[in-house]
């Protein structure tokens, strides 16, 4: 990890150029790596040598990427891939096996919630989802002899509950198991959930790391504080002989860098849900001014929720950096410096009046996507939950009036007028 700043790592970590180097990080853009020789090509396979070799297992630009995240996030290795979706994915699968249990909490992504609820469960593995307010005692009470993981986001999407990091970092590291946070919304301008217990951080990139809308793609970060030794019976994955590598272990051969590694030469070489350089190039630029962008998309947004408040039309807003919101003293702790830049409401006149006042819109786009430079919105009742009916809906805890709206970095002014002319 560098001693920079945050602000300087979005711009400097991850890549240093030699002398007469490329100063920008270059794509590369080539699915193979040449050798002179056919042993040393042997030992890259056998993992006696670091190299790359082929792309799906390592790149150059992918990596640099990754430790561009990994700086950021205070981590020890880290890892691209091809979404979030496939990072959620690959940080549980990496620990668990059929048989296994998770406990999440549970406002999460709908697409995790499937992920972890219903295809992970037909590999085997069971998870049990608990309500992120519940009391120790009831999260205690979700453990099982069986459970490998504990996973959570910062700031759910769309539900923007804040995860109270520390009770369930506790709880995870109580019953010897990590604690997985996909910190997506958040990002590590405004949290780095490692300073607060967790051993794993998730991201799907696609948000606000690229930042653009341009690039689907998803890290892994690994903060290396997690012992899976002292928990050897639980991780034999990890602390016993993989015979696909001539009996290596993880622990003992990579020490810190075991789960990282693990991850690349098991999952992703078997998976194959490898990140292209060329994303990771756009990626980076992304990153570059990541610090910027959070900081006026967290401006804009509280701007937007303080407006919405005081209009006659507004029946509720969710805001967690706007005093008085349900998250605000969690997030007053976890990210005092801002959350992110979606926020929801509902009108007064209910799920006819959501949809009209979105039609109305002339700037700001109806759009499946969040935490991009653009000002978008999207109505979960007619959209992303639409198979739902308003009793279901509320069950999810999609109020079937919630607006989701990702505040852009355009001028206020105009995103004000627009949301006003829509209202009108
Ligand atoms: C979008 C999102 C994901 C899924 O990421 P993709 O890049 O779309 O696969 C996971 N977690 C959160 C919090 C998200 O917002």
Redesign the pocket.
């Known amino acids: 990890m560098s001693n920079y700043k945050t602000e300087t790592k979005c711009i400097q970590s991850g890549y240093e150029p030699g002398n007469g180097e490329a100063r920008v990080l270059p794509i590369y853009q080539s699915t193979t790596f040449r050798y002179t020789s056919s042993e040393q090509m042997g030992r890259l396979f056998d993992l006696e040598e670091s190299g790359y070799f082929y792309t799906r297992l390592q790149n150059p630009t992918n990596d640099a990427v990754a430790a561009k995240i990994c700086d950021l996030e205070g981590g020890v290795a880290a890892m691209l891939t091809s979404?979030?979706?496939?990072a959620?994915f690959y940080a549980i699968m990496n620990i668990v096996e059929a048989g296994d249990h998770i406990v999440c909490a549970s406002a999460l992504?709908g697409?995790?919630y499937n992920l972890y609820a219903h295809t992970i469960k037909k590999m085997g593995v069971e998870a049990t989802f608990v309500d992120p307010e519940c009391t120790q005692e009831e999260l205690d009470a979700a453990f099982q002899e069986n459970t490998k993981a504990v996973f959570g986001?910062t700031i759910a999407?769309p539900a923007l509950v804040v995860l109270d990091l520390e009770k369930f970092a506790n709880a995870a590291h109580a019953h010897g198991v990590p604690f997985i946070v996909?910190n997506?919304?958040a990002t590590p301008i405004n949290c780095r959930p490692f300073e607060w217990g967790a051993d794993i951080v998730t991201h799907?990139?696609?948000?606000y790391m690229d930042g653009h809308a341009a690039c689907?793609?998803?890290a892994i970060v690994d903060s290396g504080n997690f012992d899976w030794e002292v928990h050897k019976e639980k991780f034999p994955g990890l602390t016993t002989p993989d015979e696909t590598y001539h009996g290596i272990v993880y622990t003992e051969k990579f020490g810190k860098g075991a789960y990282i590694t693990k991850a690349t030469a098991q999952l992703m070489r078997d998976l194959g849900s490898i990140q292209s350089p060329q994303n990771a190039f756009l990626l980076n630029i992304g990153l570059e001014t990541l610090h910027l962008r959070v900081l006026r998309h967290c401006e804009n947004a509280v701007k937007v929720a303080e407006y919405l408040k005081n209009h006659e039309k507004v029946a509720w807003v969710r805001c967690p950096s706007l005093p008085g919101d349900k998250y605000y003293d969690l997030a007053q702790k976890y990210m005092p410096n801002g959350t992110c830049g979606v926020i929801t409401f509902g009108l007064k006149g209910g799920r006819d009046a959501a949809v009209e006042m979105m039609d109305r819109l002339k700037m700001v786009a109806i759009v499946t996507h969040?935490?991009d430079a653009r000002s978008c919105v999207l109505h979960p009742a007619s959209h992303t939950h639409r198979q739902m009916n308003d009793k279901e809906l509320v069950e999810a805890g999609v109020q079937p009036d919630l607006i989701r709206f990702s505040v852009g970095i355009e001028n206020i002014e105009d995103i004000i007028a627009d949301v006003e002319q829509a209202l009108r």
């Open positions: 979404s979030g979706q496939a959620n992504y697409g995790t986001e999407n996909d997506t919304f799907s990139t696609t948000k689907v793609g998803g969040v935490a």
